[in-house]
């Protein structure tokens, strides 16, 4: 079968065929294919899948949605996070046909297909979420190839891991957001819309690709330097954390998810890949300065292992996992989970005036 769409109602049979051998039944939807392949995580946010599906960070990867019923208010070009779609297909147990919602411009199934996106819809969404917990995220092929097709492209899949992403989704060249009085450079290692709309309010903000050297970042003298969200394995970005190395306590500097790790990675922490992820808008984090807990929004593979040239200044209450640092001398501080999350809650946006008091 070529590329294609249909309607509901006409969709053909698909698999789901994991790298270890598990197999999904479901119907082939938005951009039809015989065989689409990549690293499959879970997401449980409960909305806000046009912003998954937007967000470069999940380029290289397929996201199957927990939550059963996705697309239920359709789609709105003012909830892009990006010019594209990134992630290599989605996952889910019932695609709506019929969308509900005043500022829908089209449903998700067309919107999907109009930007080459394949899907699966009817997959046992709940067993399948079960099985990438028990045994972690992992490669897959989806289509509607046959079994033993599928099963082949599965097991040639790649995953994330030592990969380069970040390079397949930075901007070829610099451009301005914002107008305010301070000059911020953002790096662009996969950036989305809502943080440079944040950052912006703060500054002009000069976004630059992800392989701009540090010496010309400290040409244009700004008052500060934020470290995007990004794709792949932070131990492949050896000359983006030397960058960050260069910059630390010449400008204040703020990180986010990936700019986070390579924040960390440049004060001499490591990273290492988690199981099967972070990937939801619910996720608990103590704020060890007071103890507060924040709910947050997150979307990672990887984590910070330690830090010995920082402070912790925030914990998953999860599993531990380290989400936040500060190091007073370098006037730097990240955070692993995402406090610009829209939709999502937004218990951590005081963080952007933490950021806007460190410029002067």
Same mark, same amino acid.
């Given at each position: 079968?070529?590329?294609?769409?249909?309607?509901?109602?006409?969709?053909?049979?698909?698999?789901?065929?994991?790298?270890?051998?598990?197999?999904?039944?479901?119907?082939?939807?938005?951009?039809?294919?015989?065989?689409?392949?990549?690293?499959?995580?879970? #997401?449980?946010?409960?909305?806000?899948?046009?912003?998954?599906?937007?967000?470069?960070?999940?380029?290289?990867?397929?996201?199957?949605?927990? =939550?059963?019923?996705?697309?239920?208010?359709?789609?709105?070009?003012?909830? %892009?996070?990006?010019?594209?779609?990134?992630?290599?297909?989605?996952?889910?147990?019932?695609?709506?046909?019929?969308?509900?919602?005043?500022?829908?411009?089209?449903?998700?199934?067309?919107?999907?297909?109009?930007?080459?996106?394949?899907?699966?819809?009817?997959?046992?969404?709940?067993?399948?979420?079960?099985?990438?917990? $028990?045994?972690?995220?992992?490669?897959?092929?989806?289509?509607?190839?046959?079994?033993?097709?599928?099963?082949?492209?599965?097991?040639?899949?790649?995953?994330? %891991?030592?990969?380069?992403?970040?390079?397949?989704?930075?901007?070829?060249?610099?451009?301005?957001?914002?107008?305010?009085?301070?000059?911020?450079?953002? =790096?662009?290692?996969?950036?989305?819309?809502?943080?440079?709309?944040?950052?912006?309010?703060?500054?002009?903000?000069?976004?630059?690709?992800?392989?701009?050297?540090?010496?010309?970042?400290? !040409?244009?003298?700004?008052?500060?330097?934020?470290?995007? #969200?990004?794709?792949?394995?932070?131990? !492949?970005?050896?000359?983006?954390?030397?960058? *960050?190395?260069?910059?630390?306590?010449?400008?204040?500097?703020?990180?986010?998810?990936?700019? /986070?790790?390579?924040?960390?990675?440049?004060?001499?922490?490591?990273?290492?890949?988690?199981?099967?992820?972070?990937?939801?808008? #619910?996720?608990? *984090?103590?704020?060890?300065? $007071?103890?507060?807990?924040?709910?947050?929004?997150?979307? /990672?593979?990887?984590?910070?292992?330690?830090?010995?040239?920082?402070?912790?200044? /925030? *914990? #998953?209450?999860?599993?531990?996992?380290?989400?936040?640092?500060?190091?007073?001398?370098? !006037? !730097?501080?990240? *955070?692993?989970? /995402?406090?610009?999350?829209?939709?999502?809650?937004?218990?951590?946006? =005081?963080?952007?005036?933490?950021?806007?008091?460190?410029?002067?």
């Amino acid at each position: 079968m070529t590329s294609g769409t249909v309607h509901d109602g006409e969709r053909p049979r698909a698999l789901l065929v994991l790298a270890d051998g598990e197999v999904f039944e479901g119907e082939a939807a938005g951009d039809v294919r015989p065989v689409s392949t990549g690293e499959l995580v879970f #997401n449980t946010a409960l909305s806000g899948y046009q912003e998954v599906l937007t967000d470069p960070s999940y380029a290289g990867q397929v996201v199957a949605f927990t =939550y059963p019923h996705i697309g239920n208010y359709g789609v709105s070009p003012e909830d %892009d996070e990006s010019g594209r779609v990134h992630c290599r297909g989605v996952v889910v147990r019932e695609l709506t046909t019929e969308p509900s919602n005043w500022r829908a411009a089209e449903g998700l199934d067309r919107w999907l297909a109009r930007r080459g996106v394949p899907a699966v819809t009817g997959v046992d969404t709940r067993r399948l979420t079960r099985h990438l917990r $028990d045994v972690g995220a992992m490669p897959c092929a989806f289509g509607t190839a046959s079994e033993s097709a599928l099963r082949a492209a599965a097991s040639e899949a790649l995953p994330t %891991d030592g990969r380069d992403l970040v390079s397949e989704v930075t901007t070829a060249a610099p451009y301005v957001r914002g107008s305010g009085p301070h000059r911020i450079v953002a =790096y662009d290692f996969g950036v989305k819309e809502t943080m440079l709309r944040h950052l912006g309010r703060l500054g002009t903000v000069t976004v630059v690709p992800a392989s701009t050297p540090a010496a010309e970042v400290l !040409a244009a003298e700004p008052h500060g330097v934020f470290l995007s #969200n990004g794709p792949g394995d932070p131990a !492949a970005l050896g000359a983006q954390t030397a960058a *960050v190395a260069d910059l630390l306590g010449k400008v204040p500097v703020f990180g986010i998810c990936l700019g /986070h790790q390579l924040l960390c990675t440049a004060l001499g922490g490591t990273t290492f890949k988690l199981a099967f992820g972070h990937h939801g808008t #619910n996720h608990p *984090v103590r704020r060890l300065a $007071d103890g507060a807990v924040e709910i947050t929004s997150q979307n /990672h593979n990887y984590a910070v292992a330690r830090v010995p040239g920082a402070e912790v200044t /925030h *914990v #998953n209450l999860n599993d531990g996992v380290v989400e936040g640092v500060r190091s007073r001398s370098a !006037a !730097a501080f990240s *955070v692993q989970y /995402h406090p610009e999350a829209g939709p999502g809650p937004h218990d951590a946006g =005081y963080l952007f005036a933490e950021f806007a008091g460190m410029l002067g």
